[in-house]
């Protein structure tokens, strides 16, 4: 894999993550746009205006699609290649049905789709707070007492058993070094935030 490669599919993560943290309050507005009356058309325009983001320009993508003279189900498959996102997939191919088959309150599947997606999400913050736990001991031991044993060996080391530390070493070790891990700790951290 080349650097290119991995530097893409990092962003387009990034990008599929904050699609997925609107994709909740997207899906109602939607809803509430359609059991009002409006066409599917009307809805996803007026939506987004609503949302923000990577959402929006993909939404932008789809209504300039639709602008173009494709069909509906065709705009959002294209959206669906674009984004790597599972959650995302299956909402466009929820709104495809709609398209097709049309919008009732009796078949209310946008609805049961954000239900499922709430849950998924709960499930995946139980998981993150389980996790942060341990992350959060790992964090406290490489910014503290990871540093203040390092500086209890060296001293004791050079007084004991003659240790040639330097005085350069033991600055870098406490201003850079140990500082550095704890901010890619916490880099880590946020990073895995659902």
Known sequence: MSIDNIIERYFAGRKAKEIEAQLVFFLMALRLNL?????????????KSEVSGALAKELAKIE???????????ALLNSASRIESLEFKRALSHISEVARSGYSRKSDTLKLLCDELIELRKTKMREFSSKLA??????????????????AFVIMGSAFFALDISALQIWLSVTVIFPTIAVLLLLYIKEKFP
């Open 134 to 151: 341990v992350l959060s001991i790992i964090f406290i031991a490489a910014s503290v007492i990871m540093p203040a044993l390092w500086l």
């Open 64 to 74: 300039k699609e639709l602008g173009k003279g494709k069909d509906i189900g065709e």
């Open 35 to 47: 059991l009002s009356g409006l066409s599917l058309e009307s809805s996803l325009k007026k939506v």
